[in-house]
T-cell receptor
């Protein structure tokens, strides 16, 4: 069956370090992958999209990679700040559907 | 520009009661969606609407009905609430169907408790 896996354990890092979050998938052939940020009590907010033919995408301190051979996306936040503390969700979409399927999210905690 | 607005923010129902969750977007988006989010389960799609006048079932549609009233509004109705429907409900919208680069814009959710 199709599965999207994000680490259920919170990632704790020190301010200034690079945070790396993982999104693994099985039995999918995604055409694109999106990353969202969700703060407590709020809805998810879109951050970045990467397509299957793209290996890397950057936006300010954020970087996303997409390896269709490993079936994995990595989400990096460089020079992390306590304000980056949130839950980060990955979402995969196939070519036949514009509706992405979401992973369960990973909580990031940046300590000052 | 408010984005996606959901009402109410909180609701407590007794088993068997009915209610409608309201959602409106002001971004002129074609597609709208209803998700529920439960601890450990992530976001699961209940229903979606690709355009005004059309609705389709998602992953977990049982116990729910929807109405796409017009391009702006998409409501979710629970006819006879059950404790299993205790959840946080999110409405979302996106620019167009068939476009893989259309991110979803979410409201801030309705927290529903069914006792």
């Amino acid at each position: 069956s199709q599965k999207i896996e994000q680490n259920s354990e919170a990632l704790n890092i020190q301010e200034g370090k690079t945070a790396t979050l993982t999104c693994n998938y099985t039995n999918y052939s995604p055409a694109y992958l999106q990353w969202y940020r969700q703060d407590p009590g709020r809805g998810p907010v879109f951050l970045l999209l990467i397509r299957e033919n793209e290996k890397e995408k950057r936006k300010e301190r954020l970087k996303v990679t997409f390896d269709t051979t490993l079936k994995q996306s990595l989400f990096h936040i460089t020079a992390s700040q306590p304000a980056d503390s949130a839950t980060y969700l990955c979402a995969l979409g196939t070519g036949g559907s514009y509706i992405p399927t979401f992973g369960r999210g990973t909580s990031l905690i940046v300590h000052p | 520009n408010a984005g996606v607005t959901q009402t109410p923010k909180f609701q407590v129902l007794k088993t068997g009661q009915s209610m409608t969750l309201q959602c409106a977007q002001d971004m002129n988006h074609n597609s709208m969606y209803w998700y529920r989010q439960d601890p450990g389960m992530g976001l699961r799609l209940i229903y979606y609407s690709a355009s005004e006048g059309t609705t389709d079932k998602g992953e977990v549609p049982n116990g729910y009905n929807v109405s796409r009233l017009n391009k702006r509004e998409f409501s979710l109705r629970l006819e006879s609430a059950a404790p299993s429907q205790t959840s946080v409900y999110f409405c979302a919208s996106s620019a167009a169907t068939g476009q893989t680069n259309s991110p979803l814009h979410f409201g801030n959710g309705t927290r529903l408790t069914v006792t």
